[in-house]
């Protein structure tokens, strides 16, 4: 799901508390997802600043040569205080990354700011480059990109080909996020082999894996009533599952599931298809986290338990939330991503 938009925490004078950091609240000068979806390729894999909030997000997992499990993460997220892309410092257009490296013992993070318009960060469709300061995500198509970042303690350098097609979520990529009707426009590359070298305290490692990219963009994703998010991507041997639950006010949830399968055809689920509920909680940061789950998608025969290789393995970013691999097993077997927000 990746309704992802931390990004407004550079907003503080503009986001009421309506919804998770202010994705519940209602907008009027902003375009709106509409049915049917229609995207154009490869423009649609570039910015769309007549709409409030967008993210370009990717998260890995990733092991070495002596099995040891690794977690990735590179995101960027864009929103807006106008509608419009403007010139230099009058661009309305406000940029933050979030780079990540999990490991079973430890967990790397750093966070980048920008402003757009002045070079400092952004996004061209043809050919394709995402990058805020110094970090990367770049290729001639958004089939084959190399994947960089660095914070104080870590750094990364990746390679990614897509071996699979384009995913759409919802109904043909217009994916609906609560009963009052909030949509995005949602679509993925789930299909990516990925491999490179890791540059973490101990010195370098050599990974390869598979990973994963969202991308998604809406002016309200949420419900004012909608307080957080737990997303999964579970890439499991019989195919791959996305699967989101939003917790509300009254201690219901929304939920959506999309079953992708290992050609590429998919088979998108509504609210209760999809269940997910934590069996195990960690403490984590001063606060309490699900980071063990049972997990069913009954259409599919899927009924497994989900864990993190690192419970600890929380975002210290300017709005925190927690963002890391998990194993899965049960009645199916894979390694898959989690991401949990809210939980404060």
């Known amino acids: 799901m990746n309704v992802k938009a931390l990004i407004f925490l550079l907003l503080p004078s503009v986001v009421s508390a309506q919804g998770f950091a202010g994705l519940g609240t209602a907008t009027e000068d902003f375009a709106t997802p509409q049915r049917p979806a229609a995207f154009s390729f490869p423009a649609d894999h570039g910015p769309h ?41 009058t661009s309305p257009q406000l940029w933050m990354g979030h780079a990540a490296v999990t490991t079973p013992d430890a967990h790397y993070v750093t966070e980048r700011l920008a402003r757009g318009g002045i070079g400092q ?18 290729g001639p198509n958004f089939d084959d990109l190399r994947m960089t970042a660095s914070g104080p303690d870590f750094s990364y350098d990746m390679e990614l080909t897509a071996q699979g097609p384009l995913i759409f979520h919802g109904e043909d990529g217009y994916s609906v996020k609560s009963a009052e009707g909030q949509a995005s426009y949602y679509y993925s590359q789930p299909f990516y082999a990925i491999e490179g070298i890791l540059n973490l305290p101990n010195g370098e490692v050599a990974v ?12 309200q994703p949420l419900s004012e009533n909608q307080t957080g998010w737990d997303w999964f991507s579970l890439s499991l041997e019989e195919g791959k599952l996305m699967g989101f639950r939003l917790r509300q006010t009254d201690d219901t949830y929304y939920t959506a599931a999309t079953w992708i399968a290992p050609n590429g055809e998919t088979t998108a689920y509504p609210d209760g298809a ?49 963002e890391g691999p998990v194993v899965i097993e049960g009645s199916h077997q894979g390694r898959g991503y989690l991401e949990m927000t809210g939980y404060e």
């Open 49 to 89: 600043p007549d709409y409030r909030i967008e993210w370009w997000y990717l998260t890995a997992n990733l092991q070495a040569d002596d099995g040891t499990d690794y977690g990735l993460q590179w995101t960027l997220f864009r929103t807006a205080l106008a509608v419009g892309e403007g010139d230099g410092w």
């Open 208 to 219: 390869t894996g598979q990973a994963w990219l969202d991308r998604e963009w809406s002016s």
């Open 274 to 322: 999809f269940t997910a509920e934590p069996t195990n909680t960690t403490s984590v940061n001063g606060r309490d986290v699900p980071t063990g789950w049972s997990v069913q998608l009954g259409d599919r025969g899927v009924d497994v338990d989900v864990y993190a290789i690192n419970p600890q393995a929380w975002m210290t970013t300017s709005i925190p939330y927690w």
């Open 121 to 138: 960060a952004g996004v061209t469709a043809a050919p394709f480059e995402a990058w805020i300061d110094d970090w990367q995500l770049a």
